[in-house]
């Protein structure tokens, strides 16, 4: 078990459809990252907050949207769903915004249809 | 251009044996970290193991280790003793720039590993 908690672990949602996933850090972790998982496109990375704040984007699409909370739990949020979004999306999480290691939780699964 | 580059989509070792799988890598930058993650067939992504660019030793965690040649750009990782539940995918990951100035990673197109009994 990496500490990173994920839910829910699978969704399945129609096209056009508005989902939310969540994350929750590992206690301590400051930092969290986004990535999509893919046949077509591997892993990719989405965005990055580090203590409440943005740090960095990566191929994440204006449909998509993220925040961290006070809590430090992050949540993704993706809109006007398409079929070419099913993907699992991973978060995960570190100390710093550089660490030696980032644990990932067990992913979501999501399946457009 | 790939930043990672994993050439062996799928490998099989049989059980006991050692195997290398390939990870070779391309920046600028002087200050990256390598990573290695196990992905098994439940989907779930598995730290195993970490270098830095400043690293003057290999790394080493357990069974695992990383042949870290800096010139040529590779970090391997080697598996010893290959047991039957070291069957996953396996990424090679990099992160650029300095240890406290953001921390993404990119990733390889991963090698599927199937150890044999």
């Known amino acids: 078990d990496s500490g990173v908690t994920q839910t829910p672990k699978h969704l399945i949602t129609a096209t056009g459809q508005r989902v939310t996933l969540r994350c929750s850090p590992r206690?301590?972790?400051?930092?969290v990252y986004w990535y999509q998982q893919s046949l077509d496109q591997g892993l990719q990375f989405l965005i990055q907050?580090?203590?409440?704040?943005?740090?960095a984007k990566g191929n994440i699409l204006e449909r998509f949207s993220a925040q961290q909370f006070p809590d430090l739990h992050s949540e993704l949020n993706l809109s006007s769903l398409e079929l070419g979004d099913s993907a699992l999306y991973f978060c995960a999480s570190s100390v710093t915004q550089g660490d030696t290691e980032a644990f990932f939780g067990q992913g979501t699964r999501l399946t457009v249809v | 251009a790939q930043k990672i580059t994993q050439t062996q989509p799928g490998m099989f070792v049989q059980e006991k044996e050692a195997v290398t799988l390939d990870c070779t890598y391309d920046?600028?930058?002087?200050?990256?970290?390598l990573f290695w993650y196990k992905q098994p067939s439940s989907g779930e992504m598995i730290f195993l193991i970490y270098?830095?660019?400043?690293?003057?030793q290999n790394a080493t965690e357990g069974r695992y280790s990383l042949n870290f040649q800096k010139a040529r750009k590779s970090a391997n990782l080697v598996i010893s003793a290959s047991q039957l539940g070291d069957s996953a995918m396996y990424f090679c990951a990099m992160r650029e720039g300095p240890y406290n100035q953001g921390g993404k990673l990119i990733f390889g197109q991963g090698t599927e590993l199937s150890v044999k009994p």
């Open positions: 920046t600028s930058d002087p200050s990256y970290g």
């Open positions: 907050y580090y203590n409440g704040e943005e740090r």
């Open positions: 206690s301590g972790d400051l930092s």
């Open positions: 270098q830095g660019s400043y690293d003057q």
